[in-house]
């Protein structure tokens, strides 16, 4: 094997200058096949069983060395590319739709055309080459010269995408919005770029090139997304567990520049920086941050379909996917820091529980709420502090998710609006049939239920405010301690009638996005029985009941409870209950 590897170079540099040897080398591959028929014939004449794994062994190998010497075609082949790529992308023009005839000759390009051609020509002289080997038993596997064409053309493919979206997706300003869109828009050209030539040129080499592209594109970004997760998961994914890993076809791994592994984890936290809640405000009906010092564009949605454009849908779905990975670890750290709290400090866990003994129940008030709930709040704001970040990062990744899930939804249904109709439907039926297994002695098909939600999550047909990532065990006392931290940051907002919704006060020193903050509140406590949400609702609602009866309207509580109703898509009939009909609706802004 070393002494037949030093012809390796040789061999490519003959193939390179003239494809055709490639006929001639079938007869150099076949008898390498013959030195392994001695050893095989002494091994079956002992009659032993290690036949079989003897001689497959040895001939893989021998076959792994074919690929080898004739990966030169596909790199030659894509070296002419990148130079088609190039022309394509910068030098030629597209047609129009409808064009003068005065100005045909201008988009004739005649010169770009014709070196595009040669080019072409070029690779299709490979192609020729390559094909004109035979099928050839190789040991005891048989090499099909087509199916060696293709895997080469995947794994040249493959070596030089990954590579490019792991150049590109490089931030050297964090949180800067105006770097994540040049970036993507230079990342887009290339794929873009790509993308065209392999349709240009799937004829000339009989594959089918754009299937070609979306599959491996997509192993790119599912290969990334799972080695990103690895890092919030204990038992990792080995690369020869990966379903998408192949030793054929190998996706290479790139060193880390940062506390990311991959490109899709960089990506993914250059979103959250631009996105910081302490620093920006996100805008519902404009779908927009703004930064809160400057009141400029922070972001809007068009980034997402930048990102599609640079990585496609496959891009955003897996960065779905790797932020439902930091949610969990997010609630994780909360559940454990909030239980740690409420048990360490015993004085404040009395005086928590004489508080829900005293507001039992909740439709009725309180005498004096400024004196009941004043002290309490002011000692839980420092005792809860901890907390924040957390429901800041739970809220903010949700945000980001509901946009993602938005723009996957309206390309989805741009693109392929049959498709999507019969998802929703068969979506509609399996929801059902969910529903009367519990009304019903009916069963239930799990197995479908898990084969359509990939197809839910590409069309983007979920609902990331209203999803349960995990369970966790009861924390006492949780929508008490959820009520009085809500309440200890409600004199940091007020309401804004422009924008229709609560924004940080001036003077506040430490600002949080209100909306944010909701998104958190709210997905959090879905995580845990539903009688805690109701719960949480109720004590908002008497808190707002108590203090409109004592003579003072708290506008900011309730434009916040009815945003928060809206947002955990719980109806505000719930409150009604303990908020009288005309302090809700007088008082709850149009």
């Not at 250059?270 to 519902?284: C, F, K, S, W």
Request: hydrophobic content about 40%.
């Amino acid at each position: 094997w070393y002494n037949i590897d030093n012809y390796t170079n040789f061999m490519q540099n003959l193939i390179k200058k003239d494809p055709g040897l490639v006929k001639k080398l079938r007869a150099t591959f076949l008898k390498l096949g013959s030195a392994l028929d001695l050893p095989l014939v002494r091994i079956g004449e002992a009659g032993t069983e290690d036949f079989k794994s003897v001689s497959e062994c040895y001939s893989k190998a021998l076959v792994s060395y074919v690929r080898k010497v004739l990966q030169i075609i596909p790199q030659s082949m894509f070296s002419l590319l990148e130079e088609i790529v190039k022309v394509l992308t910068h030098d030629m023009v597209e047609v129009p739709t409808r064009l003068d005839k005065d100005k045909l000759k201008d988009y004739a390009q005649l010169n770009e055309r014709y070196k595009v051609a040669k080019l072409t020509h070029a690779i299709s002289v490979f192609t020729d080459g390559m094909l004109m080997m035979k099928s050839t038993l190789v040991g005891v596997i048989k090499i099909d010269p087509k199916k060696l064409l293709e895997d080469g053309i995947r794994k040249e493919l493959v070596t030089r995408v990954a590579a490019a979206f792991n150049n590109a997706l490089v931030f050297n300003q964090k949180g800067v919005s105006n770097d994540l869109s040049q970036v993507l828009l230079r990342l887009s050209s290339k794929t873009d770029g790509f993308r065209r030539s392999f349709e240009y040129i799937q004829d000339y080499l009989n594959i089918f090139g754009l299937k070609m592209w979306q599959e491996e594109v997509m192993r790119i970004i599912n290969y990334n997304v799972e080695q990103e997760c690895n890092t919030f998961l204990r038992q990792k994914v080995f690369d020869w567990q990966s379903l998408y890993q192949s030793q054929h076809i190998p996706i290479p791994r790139f060193q880390p520049i940062d506390e990311s592994q991959t490109f899709i984890g960089r990506l993914a936290r250059q979103l959250l920086n631009i996105t910081n809640p302490t620093l920006t405000l996100y805008v519902d009906p404009v779908k927009t941050w703004y930064d809160m010092k400057t009141n400029e564009e922070a972001l809007n949605s068009s980034i997402f379909g930048k990102i599609v454009d640079a990585l496609e849908p496959f891009g955003l779905q897996g960065l779905d996917r790797l932020y439902c990975f930091m949610i969990v670890t997010e609630l994780q750290r909360f559940t454990k820091t909030s239980t740690k709290l409420i048990l360490s400090d015993k004085t404040m866990m009395g005086q928590m529980q004489n508080a829900m003994r005293t507001l039992h129940p909740h439709t009725k008030t309180v005498e004096q709420p400024a004196k009941f709930y004043g002290p309490l709040i002011t000692k839980i704001a420092k005792f809860s502090a901890p907390l924040a970040p957390y429901i800041l990062r739970i809220g903010q990744i949700q945000v980001i998710r509901q946009q993602i899930s938005l723009t996957l939804h309206s390309l989805a249904k741009f693109e392929s609006k049959q498709l999507v109709t019969a998802v929703e439907t068969l979506n509609n039926a399996l929801v059902a049939n969910v529903t009367s297994h519990y009304t019903l002695d009916s069963v239930t098909p799990t197995d479908s239920l898990y084969e359509v939600t990939p197809y839910l999550g590409a069309c983007g047909l979920t609902q990331p405010l209203l999803q349960v990532y995990s369970t966790f065990k009861d924390i006492p006392m949780l929508p008490m301690l959820m009520f009085l931290h809500l309440h200890s940051h409600v004199s940091k907002l007020q309401y804004n009638s422009n924008c229709d919704l609560l924004v940080p006060t001036k003077r506040a020193a430490d600002s949080l996005d209100p909306v944010v903050f909701n998104v958190g509140l709210s997905t959090i406590l879905r995580q845990f029985p539903g009688e805690y949400l109701i719960e949480f609702q109720e004590l908002c609602a008497q808190y707002i009941s108590s203090f409109s009866l004592a003579g003072t309207t708290p506008s900011t509580p309730i434009v916040f409870l009815k945003q928060f109703s809206e947002c955990s898509n719980s109806p505000l009939i719930l409150t009604r209950n303990c908020v009288p009909y005309n302090v809700l609706n007088t008082h709850v802004p149009k």
